[in-house]
């Protein structure tokens, strides 16, 4: 037998009902996460949209392109500045050497 949650009422057992505001708070969080995947569709429809104008305008075309450039110069000067303390680091042991 399972005893239920109550108090007396006037000489008589009153049973206490759930809380109504747990079903109310489930609807605010269902609510809430409707919202939040909403946006998250629209932000990725957003993404699709700019990746579609990358690869198919003249524009995103060359953006790409001037991406992919600057890149390259980044790459390129940080193994020039890798190979320069490389030859420095060798330097040093050649002259400690003779």
């Known amino acids: 037998m399972t005893e ?3 108090h ?7 049973e206490e009902s759930e809380p109504v505001a747990a079903s109310a708070d489930k609807n605010v969080i ?4 409707s919202e939040a995947t909403k946006s998250v569709i629209s932000s990725i429809d957003d993404v699709m949209k700019v990746t579609h104008e990358l690869v198919t305008t003249k524009e995103g075309k ?3 392109e001037k ?3 600057d890149t390259q110069s980044q790459i390129q000067k940080s193994f020039d ?3 320069g303390r490389v030859k420095d680091e060798v330097d040093k042991q050649v002259k400690n050497i003779k």
């Open 67 to 69: 991406t992919i450039r």
């Open 81 to 83: 500045d890798i190979i």
């Open 8 to 14: 007396f009422e006037q000489g008589r057992w009153v």
């Open 30 to 33: 269902d609510k809430r996460f």
């Open 4 to 6: 239920k949650k109550g």
């Open 62 to 64: 060359q953006y790409i």
